[in-house]
């Protein structure tokens, strides 16, 4: 799963780690759900600081690395957050145009993709789906579930494969 020479590095996801979507669950819990509402309000997102301080503490040993369901037209605004929220800096791995898959089979892609250079030494993730599939697949993981737990972002997630 690792090669021991290369770099260790924490895989970091975003929505429900360290920024909280709560403010924009509305948008997609709506009929119709407005896609577009619900990413534009993510340069608004809190901080969520039980992630920041999780983020903070892996940065200080390891290499940071940020995983994302959310889709590429978002890494401009997404990059903006991260640094103006001074967060550990990183690469920022984002949903590929045009897959809505559900987050779990992208997230594992990448992380097996990271271990193929990278010793990848955990994944901190909310989506117990997530969790389950990169256990699965051999990674260790922490379950971020300071944000709790809300059905709309899981069906964005797995079922609308949207963030
Ligand atoms: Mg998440």
Redesign the pocket.
Same mark, same amino acid.
């Given at each position: 799963m690792s090669d021991p020479a290369g770099p260790m590095v924490a895989v970091v996801?975003?929505?429900?780690?360290v920024a909280d979507v709560r403010h924009r669950l509305r948008h997609v819990t709506e009929r119709p759900k407005d896609w577009r509402a619900f990413f534009d309000g993510a340069a608004d997102d809190p901080l969520l600081l039980e992630g920041e301080e999780t983020v903070r503490k892996l940065a200080e040993v390891y290499d940071v690395v940020y995983l994302?369901?959310r889709p590429e037209r978002l890494r401009h605004v997404t990059e903006r957050w991260l640094r103006r929220h001074d967060l550990p800096a990183g690469p920022l791995l984002l949903r590929p145009r045009d897959d809505h898959r559900p &987050?779990r089979f992208f997230k594992v892609e990448a992380l097996r993709h990271l271990a193929e250079t990278r010793t990848v030494v955990v994944l901190v993730?909310?989506?117990p789906r997530?969790v389950e599939a990169a256990r699965s697949a051999g990674f260790d993981v922490l379950p &971020?579930t300071w944000m709790g737990e809300h059905s709309a972002?899981r069906e964005a997630?797995e079922r609308d494969g949207r963030?």
């Open positions: 996801d975003v929505d429900g780690v994302s369901g &987050a993730d909310d989506d997530v &971020a972002l997630q963030t």
